[in-house]
């Protein structure tokens, strides 16, 4: 098993940062993909960024230039750098990890980033 906790959500104006932060603890060998999901008020959930182990990263189209997602594979934490944040940008943040060997997808318990006008 692999938990996952998450921290740096909160309150921001628009065109603020927020840099929110994931610590992978339990059985963390072989944690192939960890990444950032959001959920917005009353829509479904959707990846926001993702790293492999080998550091390849995958992002959505409208964070792209705006959020940065790193990786410490010795801390097994990762880290999402968000900028020039905007309203759009509200939501519960999840932080994931997968394991494909286990097929195993875990989840943090969330953390709200609100972006104001």
């Known amino acids: 098993q692999v938990q996952l906790v998450e921290s740096g959500g909160g309150l921001v104006q628009a065109g603020g940062s927020l840099t929110l932060s994931c610590t992978a603890s339990g059985t963390t060998f072989n944690i192939n993909v960890m990444g950032w999901y959001r959920q917005p008020p009353g829509k479904q959930r959707e990846l926001v960024a993702s790293i492999t182990s080998g550091g390849s990263t995958n992002s959505a189209d409208s964070v792209k230039g705006r959020f940065t997602i790193s990786r410490d594979n010795a801390k097994n934490t990762v880290t999402l750098q968000m900028n020039s944040l905007e309203p759009d940008d509200t939501a519960v943040y999840y932080c994931?990890?997968?394991?494909?060997?286990?097929?195993?997808?875990?989840w943090g318990q969330g953390t709200q980033v609100t972006v104001s006008s």
């Open positions: 994931n990890a997968k394991q494909y060997y286990y097929m195993k997808d875990y």
